[in-house]
């Protein structure tokens, strides 16, 4: 396993100040903090009110069992120093359910759920006071299921479903959890991150990019606002307008082989899906792309990078931007 990122190990000091007293789903209220933690629970103000697409919900009392089911919702939740007694495992790390970026911030591994269909008879054995499922498909139906559980808190005001920015998710929650503050930090410290790495990149400054990938179903490329493009886009890039013109409510759009054009511009991004990289590299179509043909294609064909890539929280985020900004100077320079 490659050594953790030196900014990766920074968010987690801040992370670290955020632990609360006792792991939430803890019954021990005077259990000692670990070493290197201070004693900094939550900011102390509840009740908290978090807007949401679903109206204004309102959390009387610090959580202290926490389910956290939305795409990057339970990590988000560990930066904040909480522990979700269950969460669901979107990209199927197995273990935990969380990539190695967050690994060692559990105590206890949690109960993991299903993804796309809330598995609402082992939430509810988990007896959750507060349910987070911001980063999922956010419909109404979804919601009613889960606000019978618990008070929910779902995608936010406006939000479209899987597209809510890692910002948005970390405010969200540190409100809801009472951690406000921390919540700021961490923001902070991620955006100074992205600044520096855009800082030492001048060559990314306004270069156009197609963040795609190839499934069993075939191509598709990402469309602005969703978590890929939100990466590349805060390093100078400037998703295609291309395809950003064929964009509808999902966070991405399918491509045909027939119109692979799509898929040109100054550096072109691909990650498989389920299928091997080999699919995409040695597909005469993908290779006719002029800017493949050029050295400007970049297939992640590095399940880690990839992963990091796609995960798009508060913890991956530093992680994989020591991963794929290297990458990503290469693809501009033709040495993809």
């Not at 520096?196 to 990019?209: L, N, S």
Request: with cysteine.
């Amino acid at each position: 396993m490659r050594h953790l990122p030196r900014v990766r190990l920074a968010l987690l000091a801040v992370a670290a100040l955020a632990l609360p007293l006792a792991a939430c789903g803890s019954d021990d209220d005077t259990a000692a903090p670990a070493a290197g933690q201070q004693e900094t629970a939550s900011d102390g103000a509840f009740p908290v009110t978090v807007p949401t697409a679903f109206g204004d919900i309102t959390i009387e009392e610090e959580p202290q069992r926490v389910v956290a089911l939305g795409w990057g919702d339970a990590e988000t939740a560990l930066a904040l120093g909480v522990q979700p007694v269950g969460a669901s495992d979107w990209l199927a790390f197995g273990g935990e359910g969380v990539g190695p970026w967050a690994e060692g911030l559990y105590d206890e591994a949690p109960e993991l759920i299903g993804t796309m269909e809330p598995e609402l008879e082992r939430i509810a054995e988990l007896d959750p006071d507060l349910i987070l499922d911001l980063n999922s498909s956010g419909t109404q139906e979804r919601y009613d299921m889960l606000e019978r559980i618990a008070p929910t808190v779902g995608i936010p005001e406006g939000g479209q479903q899987y597209k809510i920015s890692w910002r948005e998710q970390v405010t969200m929650i540190a409100t809801a959890l009472g951690r406000a503050e921390a919540g700021e930090q961490l923001i902070a410290d991620t955006e100074d991150a992205f600044a520096q790495a855009a800082a030492d990149h001048p060559e990314f400054e306004g270069k156009t990019v197609v963040v795609s990938a190839v499934t069993s179903g075939g191509y598709g490329a990402y469309v602005q606002n969703s978590g890929r493009v939100d990466f590349v886009e805060a390093l100078g890039f400037t998703n295609s307008p291309a395809v950003n013109e064929l964009a509808g409510e999902d966070f991405s759009i399918p491509v045909s082989k027939e119109r692979l054009d799509l898929l040109d511009a100054d550096v072109t991004i691909v990650t498989p899906i389920g299928v091997p990289p080999t699919d995409i590299s040695e597909d005469p179509l993908y290779q006719a792309i002029p800017s493949v043909a050029d050295g400007r294609g970049l297939v992640l064909d590095d399940p880690e990078i990839s992963l990091a890539f796609a995960t798009n929280t508060v913890l991956s985020l530093p992680y994989a931007l020591d991963l794929v900004v290297p990458l990503l100077s290469d693809a501009v320079a033709g040495n993809a």
